[in-house]
């Protein structure tokens, strides 16, 4: 049961991201994948003009004009501090962190001309959650591996040259593993894969206004239920996360050939969330969360020389938590972003780096005395991005 309850922690604290790994993606903060997306802040629905458009807004593939394949990956490190601070039994802290690499995200494109309209069929693998935990001391050690992926087809058109729709497929598929090792007595070891298995499917749906100067996107990603099937004592059950739908909206802005701006904001009503329990059959509103918003703001300078182009990226980002800390205090991290690239013939090499920062102090009588006892947490994440955009010359 404690490690049952452990899996519903870590799952509900890192559905996110639509992206990824633990540390990047707590506080359900899904967003799209890509250094060069990272790196201008994830203020990239408005923009979606590359392969990795599938993950924020599939309308952006109908800008590609030839075939075009992508690869991300990621590698996060994450430090936990916390504080307490007791008026009848004095001060205690602790401290831990996480880190590895991730494979996150990879996509293929293909356009092709239907009459006078633009079409692009593409295809995406997409790490949404990643489960991965490590924590040891001299008597034991604890490992969870695995994770939530997502496989996406999707379509793209150019309605008329100042629209385009798309949409994708998200087919949801995962699996948690857990290992325990006892080293003091071998005898308490468990290794146990395919521990829960997840599934869902939802669909993301998209439009692109583009102007002279300008482009305005909006994506509306479908309510989904993600089940989690697992086994106890010999009887498999079925729970359920019931999540509502979601909206992103974007606007990106060149003011010359070289400079893009771009701003997202993206609403979750996360309040609607319900969670069905198998084993009570019964279903439970999850009111005492809240409704949340996210703004990412970034933008793309071209430098151009002999030998190709090098873009320089900056940007911005919330990180809304849905639950308030401890019940009281809404809290929103904050994640400062900037990246590097180059473009040489048709390859597209980029690097982004975020780094993540949250901050918790509560004030209360936690221990009874009557006295209020102070409480202080903090997160800092460390994320480098790298990701490779292979475009392809049409076929004949």
């Known amino acids: 049961m404690k490690l049952r309850i452990a899996v519903l922690i870590v799952l509900l604290f890192s559905f996110v991201a639509l992206e990824t790994t633990f540390g990047q993606d707590t506080r359900f903060n899904f967003i799209g994948s890509g250094a060069r997306a990272r790196g201008m802040g994830g203020a990239f629905i408005g923009v979606a003009d590359d392969a990795t458009a599938i993950s924020w807004n599939p309308a952006g593939l109908a800008t590609l004009e030839k075939p075009e394949a992508s690869a991300v ?118 290794d146990e894969k395919d521990l ?35 086994t106890i004592t010999g009887t498999d059950y079925a729970d359920e996360y019931r999540f509502p739908l979601v909206l992103g909206f974007g606007v990106s802005f060149m003011p010359n050939e070289n400079l893009t701006l771009a701003a997202d904001y993206e609403i979750r009503p996360f309040s609607k969330i319900k969670f069905y329990d198998d084993i009570t059959d019964t279903t439970y509103d999850m009111d005492h969360w809240q409704d949340i918003s996210q703004v990412r703001v970034g933008l793309e300078y071209l430098i151009v020389q002999d030998f190709g182009v090098l873009p320089v990226r900056l940007g911005f980002r919330t990180e809304p938590w849905i639950q308030k800390a401890w019940g009281e205090e809404k809290v929103t991290g904050l ?54 955009v292979i475009h392809f010359e049409p076929f004949q």
């Open 73 to 190: 990956g990621i590698y996060t490190f994450d430090k936990y501090t916390e504080k307490w601070t007791f008026s009848s039994w004095g001060p205690w802290d602790g401290e831990s962190s996480q880190s590895h690499p991730v494979f996150s995200f990879a996509s293929v494109a293909f356009p092709v001309v239907v009459g006078k309209s633009n079409v692009v069929f593409a295809a995406a693998y997409q790490r949404l959650i990643d489960f991965y935990y490590q924590d040891e001391d001299s008597s034991w050690s604890e490992e969870v591996k695995g994770g939530v992926d997502a496989i996406s087809p999707g379509i793209a058109i150019q309605v008329i040259p100042e629209l385009s729709l798309g949409a994708s497929v998200n087919i949801w598929t995962g699996h948690y593993d857990y290992k325990y090792t006892d080293k003091v007595n071998p005898t308490n070891n468990e």
């Open 196 to 230: 829960y298995k997840y599934s869902a499917l939802n669909f993301n749906i998209g439009l692109m206004g583009h102007f002279e100067k300008a482009k305005i996107g909006a994506v509306l990603k479908t309510p989904v239920t993600i089940k989690e099937k697992y």
């Open 335 to 388: 994640v400062f972003t900037g990246g590097l690239g180059v473009i040489v013939g048709n390859i597209w090499f980029d690097a982004a780096y975020e780094l993540g920062l949250t901050e918790v102090k509560n004030d209360d009588d936690w221990d009874g005395d009557g006295t209020n006892d102070e409480l202080e947490f903090k997160q800092t994440t460390h994320n480098i991005m790298v990701s490779a």
